[in-house]
């Protein structure tokens, strides 16, 4: 498994329950989005059924060729773009990890956004990890931990996933064929995860990131009609959380650049801390039934009356 990068803690997690022999039944791998759960479990469920028996896939047999193209008959990857994974998904999922490995040595089921069960799907889940057939791995992924139920957390073995350190997403973006001046630009605003990095890198995103990132660093010399226009500008493009995310970094990379001088000037430190502190709460707002570009507004007024203090 040592194709995949990051989180080199899981990883040894994995590995050694295959070298041991001792692959759990139900594993649950949680975690911030976009830091490799699922590619974690896809690689985990091809090592496994394997034909060269190893901690690594081969990437040669016909058993990772099927993995790789998700048509292996004893691994199933379930997704949904709904809002509720269903008991009837579960139930026919069931079925699949209680017969037996049909090509493999392992049936496995992977459950992406694991958290989306429904009440009824989450009991007829309970109900298979309660009774786990032979040879069988059921893998739960999910960024939401506190919203899967306890009974299911403690019937599985946890793996955590940390966000990812900006070498690793900068590494991983590059063999993906992105170009390296445009990561350069969007890394700072990533927040440890390889997907948030792939969508700042739209084409629209990245010319957002660099409107933002500029209108910012030169908010005292903005007047309030140009402080309006951007803010209209972004919701009509539905582009506030990118400007709250990268608001935030952006004041955070400031502050830490004004507290690496020599010159340590404190109030100009408190005051950046209280200028994230603001943003922070403002991007709580966004939340409620309160006019976006109005939060938005409010905030950089608010932001460049304190800087021309």
């Not at 997907?195 to 933002?212: A, C, F, P, S």
């Not at 690496?260 to 430190?269: G, P, R, V, Y």
């Not at 408190?270 to 570009?293: D, G, H, P, Q, V």
Request: charge should be positive.
């Amino acid at each position: 498994m040592t194709a995949l990068l990051g989180n080199e803690k899981a990883l040894k997690i994995l590995e050694k329950s295959i070298k041991n022999g001792k692959v759990s039944h139900a594993y649950l791998f949680c975690g911030p989005d976009g830091v490799g759960k699922k590619l974690f479990a896809l690689q985990f469920a091809k090592t496994l059924n394997c034909e060269t028996i190893g901690i690594t896939p081969c990437n040669r047999c016909n058993s990772c060729h099927k993995a790789d193209k998700l048509i292996h008959p004893d691994i199933k990857l379930l997704t949904t773009e709904t809002k509720q994974i269903k008991i009837d998904v579960i139930k026919e999922a069931s079925s699949f990890i209680q017969s037996p490995p049909f090509e493999g040595r392992y049936r496995v089921i992977i459950i992406d956004d694991a958290h989306k069960m429904n009440p009824k799907a989450a009991n007829a889940l309970l109900k298979t990890l309660e009774e786990p057939a032979k040879g069988s791995v059921i893998i739960l992924v999910t960024g939401f931990l506190k919203s899967l139920l306890p009974t299911i957390v403690s019937r599985c073995l946890k793996i955590n996933f940390a966000p990812l350190k900006d070498s690793v997403i900068e590494e991983i973006l590059l063999q993906n064929g992105y170009e390296a001046d445009k990561i350069k630009d969007v890394l700072p605003f990533c927040n440890g995860s390889v997907q948030r990095g792939m969508d700042l890198l739209n084409k629209e995103n990245l010319e957002t990131v660099q409107l933002i990132k500029d209108f910012i660093n030169n908010l005292p010399k903005k007047n309030f009609a140009q402080i309006c226009s951007l803010a209209d500008e972004l919701v009509e493009k539905n582009r506030e959380e990118i400007f709250f995310s990268v608001l935030t970094t952006q004041l955070r990379i400031n502050m830490l650049n004004l507290a690496s001088k020599n010159t340590l000037k404190t109030a100009e430190i408190i005051s950046y801390i209280s200028m994230l502190e603001k943003a922070i709460n403002f991007a709580k707002l966004l939340r409620y039934n309160i006019t976006r570009s109005f939060i938005i507004e409010t905030l950089l007024i608010s932001l460049k009356l304190r800087e021309e203090l």
